[in-house]
C-alpha cells in the first residue's frame, strides 16, 4: 500500500529565511508525487509535481521540490519565504490507480 | 484551464435532514471525480471515487447509503450526506481527473464546510 510521512507537524521560519518541508513516501513503483498548499477554509492548490524526467521540479510562487528515489523523498523547498506562504502543505502520492494518498499535512507559520 | 467549483461553500442543516453538494469541472471533462473528507487540522481523507455514469466506488468504512454520489455527466459529481448528523459535520473537497492525458492530476474545488445542528 502506498504512503507518504511528513514528520514535521508545525514549522516556523522567518519572512527571507528558506525552506525546506520534508516528504517521505512508500510506494511500490515509479510514484506520481505532487505538493498541494492549503490556506485556512480553503480547497488545495497544486505547487508542483513529479511524473518523470528531471528529478528537481519547479513549481509556482517560487517552490521547487527534488526527487530522491535512494531515499523515497520528495522535499519542498523555498530559498527566501514571504509571509503569504504561511498555509498548510500537504504531500501526495499516485500511482497508476490514480487514488492520491496524502501526508499528514505541514503547517507553516512565517514570523515576520 | 482545470477549474473546478464546489457549490455551496457553506450549509449549516439540522440533524436528520439531508444536503446535497456539486462538484462541478468548468472548463474541461472529469472522466472521474473524488470526493474527501478533512477534519480540523488533519489531512484529506478520501470518501469514495466518482465515475462517470457508473456507481461511485466507496472506501473501506464509508457509509454508501449515507453518502450518495451521483455523477450523471463528464462536469458534475453530487455527493448527498443523507439524514445528517452532527458528527458528519466537517469539510468536503472534490477533485477531478481530466479524461484526456495527464490522469494523475487532480484539480482540486475550493470545499464544503458543512455544520449539521
Known amino acids: 500500500a502506498q504512503s507518504v510521512t511528513q514528520p514535521d507537524i508545525h514549522i516556523t521560519v522567518s519572512e527571507g529565511a528558506s525552506l525546506e518541508l520534508r516528504c517521505n513516501y512508500s510506494y511500490g513503483a515509479t510514484p506520481y508525487l505532487f505538493w498541494y498548499v492549503q490556506s485556512p477554509g480553503q480547497g488545495l492548490q497544486l505547487l508542483l509535481k513529479y511524473f518523470s524526467g528531471d528529478t528537481l521540479v519547479q513549481g509556482i510562487k517560487g517552490f521547487e521540490a527534488e526527487f530522491k528515489r535512494s531515499q523515497s523523498s520528495f522535499n519542498l523547498r523555498k530559498p527566501s519565504v514571504h509571509w503569504s506562504d504561511a498555509a498548510e502543505y500537504f504531500c501526495a502520492v499516485t500511482g497508476t490507480a490514480s487514488k492520491l494518498t496524502f501526508g499528514t499535512g505541514t503547517r507553516l507559520q512565517v514570523t515576520l | 484551464g482545470a477549474v473546478v467549483s464546489q457549490h455551496p461553500s457553506r450549509v449549516i442543516c439540522k440533524s436528520g435532514t439531508s444536503v446535497k453538494i456539486e462538484c462541478r469541472s468548468l472548463d474541461f471533462q472529469a472522466t472521474t471525480m473524488f470526493w474527501y473528507r478533512q477534519f480540523p487540522k488533519k489531512s484529506l481523507m478520501l470518501m469514495a471515487t466518482s465515475n462517470e455514469g457508473s456507481k461511485a466506488t466507496y472506501e473501506q468504512g464509508v457509509e454508501k447509503d449515507k453518502f450518495l454520489i451521483n455523477h450523471a455527466s463528464l462536469t458534475l459529481s453530487t455527493l448527498t450526506v443523507t439524514s445528517a448528523h452532527p458528527e458528519d459535520s466537517s469539510f468536503y473537497i472534490c477533485?477531478?481527473?481530466?479524461?484526456?492525458?495527464?490522469?494523475?492530476?487532480?484539480?482540486f474545488g475550493p470545499g464544503t464546510r458543512l455544520t449539521v445542528t
Open positions: 477533485s477531478a481527473r481530466l479524461s484526456l492525458g495527464r490522469s494523475y492530476e487532480q484539480y
